[in-house]
């Protein structure tokens, strides 16, 4: 007897939290797949999908935050503020097959000074604490730079 493999999709919802001190340093992650970006890398912030037994995107953003960082003390905030973008082509096959868009949430999570996270080396390899307007430039995703352009108002 056969049976069909079920395929499991990524929900196309998903956060994007900045992580970052009083001062202003932002905390970026280097993807463990950055040879596909080139010299220039993939620096970004926490970012992850909404898993379907998160209840609520705050979840999603605490559970991402301790998966990619080992960080769970400091001050989560909803930004709310979201993007709809189109899903890049090398990470299409993770949706089902008529999703071509994925919404975003972004959060702040104010830590007390900049720390060594503890990363999952499946995801990535390397970390960087960097003055805000260093980061905005160093991350490849324009959302993410979005983001971080608008620290300084929103951090007060």
Do not use: C
């Amino acid at each position: 007897m056969l049976y069909a493999a079920t395929m499991v999709y990524k929900i196309p919802e998903s956060v994007l939290v900045v992580v970052h001190t009083a001062r202003l340093d932002v905390l970026l992650l280097q993807r463990a797949d950055r040879g596909s970006w080139g010299n220039w890398g993939a620096w970004q912030s926490v970012t992850g999908s909404r898993e379907p037994d998160d209840p609520d995107l705050e979840a999603t953003a605490r559970r991402e935050l301790l998966e990619e960082t080992g960080l769970a003390v400091g001050t989560l905030t909803d930004w709310k503020l979201t993007n709809r973008y189109e899903i890049w082509p090398q990470w299409r096959a993770k949706y089902a097959l008529d999703v071509t868009h994925n919404v975003e949430h972004v959060f702040g999570f104010l830590v007390d000074s900049p720390s060594v996270a503890t990363l999952d080396p499946a995801e990535h390899v390397a970390q960087l604490w960097l003055p805000w307007q260093e980061a905005m430039e160093r991350t490849f995703s324009p959302t993410n730079r979005e983001a971080i352009s608008q620290l300084p108002k929103r951090a007060g």
